[in-house]
């Protein structure tokens, strides 16, 4: 399984951006997709994780209200939608795939290459 993220950048604080994960998985469906993110001198933090038919959705207490994550199974195809960006957003973010929609980075299997987002102040 191969996980491809992308939509990362430079952008201003209170700007958007929406980062994109798409996965070879044949059993996308069936798996939970998670956002991570790894900032400047930090260890890997959970952002936000979708379970495989959506009734389950999680976020981290800096990602609510601001982000949101979604899923096309049909595009084989995980969504973080970033809204009002914050200098303190900038970091590397990864997407992952595993069996539930943990906020622990152990529990999921596979792992992107990371995209790196940078919200200048």
């Known amino acids: 399984v191969q996980l491809q993220a992308s939509g990362g950048g430079l952008v201003q604080a209170g700007a958007s951006l929406t980062l994109t994960c798409t996965s070879t998985d044949d059993s996308f469906r069936d798996h939970s997709m998670g956002w991570f993110r790894q900032g400047p001198g930090k260890e890997r933090e959970f952002v936000a994780a979708?379970?495989?038919?959506?009734?389950?959705?999680y976020y981290s207490d800096s990602a609510k209200g601001r982000f949101t994550i979604s899923r096309d199974n049909a595009k084989n195809t995980v969504y973080l939608q970033m809204n009002s960006l914050k200098p303190e957003d900038t970091a590397v973010y990864y997407c992952?795939?595993?069996?539930?929609?943990?906020?622990?980075?152990?529990?999921?299997?596979?792992w992107g290459q990371g995209t790196q987002v940078t919200v200048s102040s």
């Open positions: 979708i379970s495989w038919y959506v009734e389950n959705i």
């Open positions: 992952a795939s595993g069996d539930l929609p943990a906020e622990t980075s152990r529990m999921y299997d596979y």
